[in-house]
């Protein structure tokens, strides 16, 4: 898009942030700059874009399609975009005929703009096969939709506003850079920041304070948090927008803290430190990495920080609020996509490709059921994925705590207590790093 001040364009890395840029002739060159209108962008981008124009014009650059000739082993020739096209396009027909639900589509991010979802919807629409989850970000989202139906947050420009913040597994000047100078603005005010992270190093640029938790086990200290925020807190709990308080309850009735903060590797003072932290203000942003939820039961991690930014009322306050995967999905919107009813397969659950696909195979004597990835092993007893599996029941026979002898280490508490509405290292230690604390 054409303005006065140049072309608007668009960031094409792989980065939360999706910079909005403004791309002008300079000097024989280019010239790019954040656009300052744009309210998370605000006229700032990272160092990376200043390579742009080197690379736009990089010998190195591919600028037409390649193919292979003489099968696997052929090497790539450069060809014209229409015999590229016409040789895809006879591929993709041929297997359409036969099966639309033989042809796959894998794809990945890239810009993270809405017109990547055009793709999507557009092998959709032929009835081929898509995947579904991803081995990203997928488990703290689904996680996000049982506790509140959708992955939704305050606006990402309300953060300068918090009276406290905390980076849950998230180092936003690595990843972030927007949102680490909202957190900047926000410890500016006087606001601390409690970094929760596995090795004490990361964040702690940002962080006034730092809790260690052990790798994979976030949803043990939240709980623990939890048990010790209910004591202090004298704000009301906004329990009846809870959807079963009392098996939230129960869950932390049958786990002493102890033993939840012995088996995340946290000491009490950190678990302490957190509880005051939101005791004290509704005005907490808690901002959550990808970190805490590539682990197995991931998603219960997210789930149960998410359960302190509720149960300290910080949900929807401004200045307040859980943020994960933000900003990027915040501000893409849903596009409905034409497709033909009726047509579109079962899409394949991508962590579990190599089980699905055999099992999805028109050929395949196992086509419809899962199938073992080798013919001579049995397929390894799973659990079932993370929150992604589609039950929102909770029962006690899902839930245990820390690891118990003779249990297994994947068990982790599953309490499903949010009614759905539209709010939004083994020796952890304290490090302090403002002089006095707070
Ligand atoms: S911060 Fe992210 S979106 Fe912005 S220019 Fe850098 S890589 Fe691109």
């Not at 297997?95 to 557009?122: H, Q, T, W, Y």
Request: charged fraction near 20%.
């Amino acid at each position: 898009m054409s303005t006065g001040a140049g072309i608007l364009t668009i960031c094409t890395l792989d980065c939360p942030d999706r910079c909005s840029i403004l791309c002008r002739p300079h000097g024989g060159s280019l010239r790019l700059r954040g656009n300052p209108d744009h309210p998370y962008t605000r006229d700032f981008t990272c160092a990376k874009i200043r390579r742009y124009p080197d690379r736009l014009r990089s010998p190195s650059r591919i600028t037409q399609p390649h193919m292979r000739r003489g099968g696997r082993q052929g090497d790539f020739e450069p060809v014209s975009w229409a015999e590229a096209l016409d040789a895809a396009c006879a591929a993709l027909s041929t297997a359409l005929a036969n099966d639309p639900a033989s042809v796959l589509l894998l794809r990945g991010c890239g810009s993270m703009g809405a017109s990547k979802d055009f793709i999507e919807a557009f092998f959709a629409s032929l009835g081929a096969r898509t995947t579904r989850g991803s081995l990203c970000e997928a488990a703290g989202g689904a996680a996000c939709r049982l506790d509140a139906g959708a992955v939704d947050m305050n606006d990402p420009t309300e953060i300068d506003k918090a009276e406290a913040v905390v980076l849950w597994g998230k180092n936003p000047r690595a990843s972030s850079i927007h949102t680490a100078s909202q957190v900047k603005a926000a410890r500016g005010r006087g606001a601390p920041v409690v970094a929760v992270t596995p090795d004490g190093a990361t964040a702690t640029a940002l962080a006034d304070q730092v809790v260690r938790v052990r790798p994979g086990h976030d949803r043990f200290l939240a709980l623990a948090v939890a048990a010790l925020l209910l004591e202090l807190i004298d704000r009301p709990v906004p329990w009846e927008q809870a959807a079963d308080r009392g098996a939230f309850e129960d869950l932390l009735r049958r786990h002493p803290v102890d033993d939840l903060l012995a088996a995340s590797g946290t000491p009490r003072a950190g678990a302490e430190l957190l509880a005051r932290t939101y005791a004290r203000t509704a005005r907490v942003a808690t901002i959550v990495g990808w970190g805490a939820q590539r682990y197995h039961r991931g998603g219960e991690s997210v789930r149960a920080v998410h359960a302190l930014a509720f149960l300290a009322g910080t949900l929807g306050v401004p200045g307040g609020g859980l943020y994960y995967n933000m900003p990027s999905a915040r501000h893409r919107r849903e596009v409905p996509w034409p497709t033909r009813p009726g047509t579109r397969p079962a899409p394949l659950i991508m962590p579990l490709l190599a089980r699905e696909l055999p099992a999805a195979d028109p050929r395949s004597a196992s086509s419809g059921r899962c199938a073992p990835t080798s013919p001579t092993r049995a397929p390894r007893p799973r659990p079932s994925p993370e929150v992604c599996a589609p039950s929102t029941r909770w029962s006690p026979s899902m839930a245990s705590g820390p690891r118990q002898p003779g249990r297994p280490a994947s068990c982790c508490p599953r309490p499903s207590f949010w009614r759905r509405r539209t709010w939004s290292p083994p020796t952890g230690r304290i490090n302090s790093e403002r002089p006095g604390g707070w």
